[in-house]
């Protein structure tokens, strides 16, 4: 379970923490839970080590070596057939991978955390009066804010996927300035988000619909560059406000790995704070060529 440049003492620390992360979580759960017959007469709270090998479908010697913090093979496959037994929630199931010394599967929500949309709603609607908007790991718009629907010209009426608007949407490609010179940071911007889900159908559905929509998509993804998404400049000729100069960061929740919070940023002396507070002010919102969305 060693990787080749894991120091002893950092062996032995990540072992002992195995060893004790194990023992806590099958004390967690009790024999009833995990459907023994004699759940509901045990006295004793938590699983004995052989039951949880039984029930994980593994060695009892094994599944004791590995909760002693020996230092034996693993496979993801084993890993997962004990977490399921420990009903590991999926922070703690990759907590395992990490402490078995395996490559981490990417975390998913907790189902007590997918009704954070409200808190993040929240969090946009704050960033008034500049743009922000939220989408999932495909790139499609799941909430934004009134100025992002003022600038961008987001509207229910488009398709509502951040890639493919950026290259067919006329509103938004028509207001950006140096269109041109960003297109190719976004596209391997997404190039770099489908590498981390290699096996996505989800990823590929995107590209080929985006490949269908726009010549210049299928040229710029085919030069199969890679860029992590972080910080975009843009220059947006807005009809009423004018030129709005802003950065754009990408921003994630830990609990919340399956979205992306895209906020942006006026810089300084450029007179885009000034200009977006008058855009979203009643008087600005009579004069902007797109109703704002909801």
Same mark, same amino acid.
């Given at each position: 379970?060693?990787?080749?440049?894991?120091?002893?003492?950092? /062996?032995?620390?990540?072992?002992? +923490?195995?060893?004790?992360?194990?023992?806590?979580?099958?004390?967690?759960?009790?024999?009833?839970?995990?459907?023994?017959?004699?759940?509901? *007469?045990?006295?004793?709270?938590?699983? &004995?080590?052989?039951?949880?090998?039984?029930?994980?479908?593994?060695?009892?010697?094994?599944?004791?070596?590995?909760?002693?913090?020996?230092?034996?093979?693993?496979?993801?496959?084993?890993?997962?057939?004990?977490?399921?037994?420990?009903?590991?929630?999926?922070?703690?199931?990759?907590?395992?991978?990490?402490?078995? $010394? =395996?490559?981490?599967?990417?975390?998913?929500?907790?189902?007590?955390?997918?009704?954070?949309?409200?808190?993040?709603?929240?969090?946009?609607?704050?960033?008034?009066?500049?743009?922000?908007?939220?989408?999932?790991?495909?790139?499609?718009?799941?909430? !934004?804010?009134?100025?992002?629907?003022?600038?961008?010209?987001?509207?229910?009426?488009?398709?509502?996927?951040?890639?493919?608007?950026?290259?067919?949407?006329?509103? !938004?490609?028509?207001?950006?300035?140096?269109?041109? +010179? =960003?297109?190719? /940071?976004?596209? %391997?911007?997404?190039?770099?988000?489908?590498?981390?889900?290699?096996?996505?159908?989800?990823?590929?559905?995107?590209?080929?619909?985006? /490949?269908?929509?726009?010549?210049?998509? %299928?040229?710029?993804?085919? *030069? *199969?560059?890679?860029?992590?998404?972080?910080?975009?400049? /843009?220059?947006?000729?807005?009809?009423?406000?004018?030129? =709005?100069?802003?950065?754009?960061?990408?921003?994630?929740?830990?609990?919340?790995?399956?979205?992306?919070?895209?906020?942006?940023?006026?810089?300084?002396?450029?007179?885009? $704070? +000034? &200009?977006? +507070? &008058?855009?979203?002010?009643?008087?600005?919102?009579?004069?902007?060529?797109?109703?704002?969305?909801?």
């Amino acid at each position: 379970m060693a990787t080749a440049s894991e120091s002893e003492a950092s /062996k032995r620390h990540r072992l002992g +923490e195995l060893r004790e992360f194990l023992m806590s979580r099958r004390a967690r759960v009790s024999p009833a839970d995990a459907g023994l017959p004699d759940g509901g *007469r045990r006295r004793t709270p938590g699983l &004995r080590r052989e039951e949880v090998a039984v029930l994980a479908g593994v060695g009892v010697s094994w599944y004791q070596w590995l909760e002693q913090g020996r230092d034996i093979s693993v496979s993801p496959q084993v890993l997962d057939s004990v977490a399921r037994v420990l009903r590991l929630s999926p922070a703690e199931r990759r907590h395992l991978y990490v402490l078995a $010394a =395996l490559n981490p599967p990417a975390l998913e929500p907790a189902p007590e955390d997918r009704d954070m949309c409200h808190g993040l709603r929240r969090l946009i609607e704050a960033w008034m009066p500049f743009p922000a908007h939220i989408m999932d790991v495909y790139w499609n718009t799941v909430i !934004y804010n009134e100025a992002a629907a003022a600038v961008f010209g987001m509207r229910p009426d488009v398709s509502r996927n951040c890639l493919i608007d950026f290259f067919t949407d006329e509103v !938004y490609r028509g207001r950006t300035r140096g269109w041109e +010179e =960003l297109a190719p /940071k976004v596209v %391997a911007q997404f190039r770099s988000a489908c590498s981390e889900c290699p096996d996505d159908d989800g990823f590929r559905a995107v590209v080929e619909e985006a /490949k269908a929509a726009s010549a210049e998509f %299928a040229e710029l993804w085919e *030069r *199969r560059d890679i860029r992590p998404g972080g910080l975009n400049r /843009k220059e947006i000729d807005h009809p009423v406000a004018g030129l =709005l100069v802003m950065e754009a960061t990408q921003l994630r929740v830990p609990a919340r790995p399956d979205l992306v919070i895209v906020m942006h940023t006026p810089l300084p002396e450029t007179g885009t $704070a +000034e &200009r977006l +507070e &008058r855009l979203v002010s009643p008087e600005g919102r009579r004069g902007a060529m797109y109703p704002l969305a909801g």
